[in-house]
């Protein structure tokens, strides 16, 4: 199945690159009901994210948190600069960041984390060199939410969220957030912003992300009208 679905992602005329979703493996579960998530998660890195381009003919070149020898096993984190902008992907699952609480079984997650704080300075770190107005970051999971109240004892993006913070209020652009939680109404599709730190829900069907360097807020956003959902095929 995955590999039919690279072949379809690769019919794509312009450059197209795979942000990773709880669904496509975090969740994932064998007949026995028991976690398979690392597999998958190993089988996706290998046949999506192999080498330093997009998917699509018009091959977007990326660089990949891969290329450095201390992270070389998270080739799905990787970045790229189009028209003064910094586009970035993070795997930040939406399941709580696929945080087990199961004691001992989260060397993922932590191996993870450790790779996704270094990954989020570097974007920053070029984004602030290459003197760009405006980082876009691509996750599943919304990491500006707030928990909400529930049993859960650990928030899977605590220390992102502290992260993220701190970066932007000492980046002078501005940083949108796109992620996958919780999936929004077309209807109701629009950036929120808190001072230079925004995030927009996505969920199926398209968006199109607008970047207008005199515009005040940077983004705007256009979404698939829904009559012409109802007529895909």
């Given at each position: 199945m995955y590999g039919q679905k690279k072949s379809l992602l690769q019919t794509a005329k312009n450059?197209?690159?795979?942000?990773l979703a709880a669904s496509d493996w975090a969740e994932c579960k064998n007949e026995n009901g028991r976690s398979v998530a690392n597999g998958k998660l190993n089988r996706l890195r290998d046949l999506f994210f192999s080498d330093e381009f997009s998917l699509g003919e018009s091959r977007i070149p990326v660089i990949r948190q891969s290329t450095t020898a201390k992270?070389?096993?998270?080739?799905?984190?990787?970045?790229w600069e189009i028209g003064g902008i910094m586009f970035a992907t993070l795997n930040l699952p939406a399941?709580?960041?696929?945080?087990?609480?199961?004691?001992?079984?989260?060397?993922?997650?932590?191996d993870r984390l450790?790779?996704?704080?270094?990954?989020?300075?570097?974007?920053?770190?070029?984004?602030?060199?290459?003197?760009?107005?405006?980082?876009?970051?691509?996750?599943?999971?919304?990491?500006?939410?707030?928990p909400g109240v529930s049993g859960r004892k650990r928030d899977g993006f605590a220390e992102m969220r502290r992260q993220i913070g701190s970066l932007a209020a000492q980046f002078t652009g501005k940083v949108l957030v796109i992620h996958g939680a919780?999936?929004?109404?077309?209807?109701?599709?629009?950036?929120n912003w808190q001072g230079k730190l925004g995030e927009l829900a996505v969920g199926p069907g398209w968006v199109k992300l607008s970047v207008n360097q005199s515009a005040p807020t940077l983004f705007s956003v256009a979404v698939e009208p829904a009559q012409a959902r109802n007529n895909h095929h």
């Open positions: 450059g197209l690159i795979v942000s992270f070389r096993n998270f080739p799905e984190n990787a970045r399941n709580n960041n696929h945080f087990v609480f199961d004691a001992g079984r989260n060397g993922e997650f932590e450790v790779a996704n704080r270094d990954w989020l300075q570097r974007i920053f770190m070029h984004a602030a060199r290459d003197e760009l107005n405006g980082i876009v970051l691509f996750c599943d999971g919304n990491l500006l939410a707030k919780p999936a929004a109404p077309t209807s109701s599709r629009r950036i």
